[in-house]
Each structure stands twice: as C-alpha cells, then as structure tokens.
C-alpha cells in the first residue's frame, strides 16, 4: 500500500484509480501532497522500497512506452521533475535535491532536425544539487555528485564530482554521505 504522507481522502481516491495500471510500487513509499504524475495514462512508473517524493514532484510520461523507475530509499526533493519519453532510471539511495529536472528528450523538434531520445540511467548513491539539469543519453556512475546548477550533457563516471555549465570534472575518486 502507497503512504501519500499529507494528502486528504479524496486527493487519494483519484490517484488510485488512475495509477493502479500505470505506478508499480513496493511498500512503504511516501508521496507527499503536491506531487504531480502527467499523462499517467502512458508508460509506467516503479517506485522501489522507502522512495520519498517531496511536495511538488512531477513525473510527466509523453509516450506509451515512457518507463520512470525509481530504486529503493531514494528521495527526489520539492519542485523536481522527470521527463519521460523513453526511459529514465534512477539507482538506489539518491539523493536528488529541490528544482533538479531530468529529461529524456529534446521536446520541440527544430526543422529537419530529429528529435531523438535517449534514456536517463542514474546509478545507485548519486547525489544531484539544487538545480542541475540532467540531459538525454546521460549514464551517471554509482556514487557520483553532480554540483548545484549543473547542466550534464555527457556520461558522468562513478565515484567523480562534476560542476558547471557544461557539467566538467572537477575531482576523482570522490565518497559522501
């Protein structure tokens, strides 16, 4: 059974009767009021043991096969959101803090340009600051940091600490807790 931390009965009533197809979850997960799933019609999304979505999360799916999994004890903080066209797949105990937004896709084509996508694959222990965007095609090794305000363009190796605009290393070899 699905906790939905502070929302009312009839908030609950809804999203059981519009997620039982689409949101597969292994209990306790904890949604908080707020906390936005689009087109939920399409796709579908996994939610592992102890996930916590703070207030404001928004997990939007744009096609049938849109796939969001989301692994055991991780939280997404306020105002993040996932874009999912493909496929986007966050590892075990992240830590993924407020305003980060991870995408799949490009969205609005350009003329004679594809618009092709590319899944998300997070590892397991990534920690993402405030504000970092996570683009397409991106993989982000087990244990990295990516820094607050950050905007990922390329594959992030496990245990490394990048920061900036493109995201660049910064240091190797890197643990927190």
């Not at 999203?15 to 306790?28: E, G, N, Q």
């Not at 849109?66 to 797949?89: H, K, W, Y």
């Not at 105990?93 to 969205?107: L, P």
Request: hydrophobic content about 45%; overall charge positive; some cysteine.
């Amino acid at each position: 059974m699905l906790r939905y931390g502070k929302m009312g009965p009839s908030v609950l009533r809804g999203y059981v009767h519009a997620l039982a197809r689409t949101i597969h979850a292994h209990t306790p997960v904890r949604i908080e009021r707020g906390v936005r799933f689009v087109n939920i019609e399409h796709g579908s999304v996994t939610l592992g043991r102890k996930v916590h979505l703070y207030e404001g999360v928004r997990i939007d799916l744009h096609s049938r096969a849109a796939r969001v999994s989301i692994g055991a004890l991780t939280f997404i903080n306020r105002r993040s959101e996932i874009i999912a066209v493909d496929s986007v797949s966050i590892g075990e105990r992240c830590a993924i803090s407020w305003d980060v937004s991870i995408t799949d896709t490009d969205g609005h084509q350009l003329s004679h340009v594809d618009t092709s996508t590319a899944p998300v694959t997070i590892g397991n222990h990534v920690w993402i600051g405030a504000r970092a965007t996570i683009l397409k095609g991106v993989t982000i090794g087990d244990g990295a940091v990516i820094a607050a305000g950050s905007i990922v363009t390329r594959d992030v190796p496990a245990h490394t600490l990048v920061a900036g605009a493109p995201a660049k290393v910064v240091r190797t070899d890197v643990a927190w807790t």
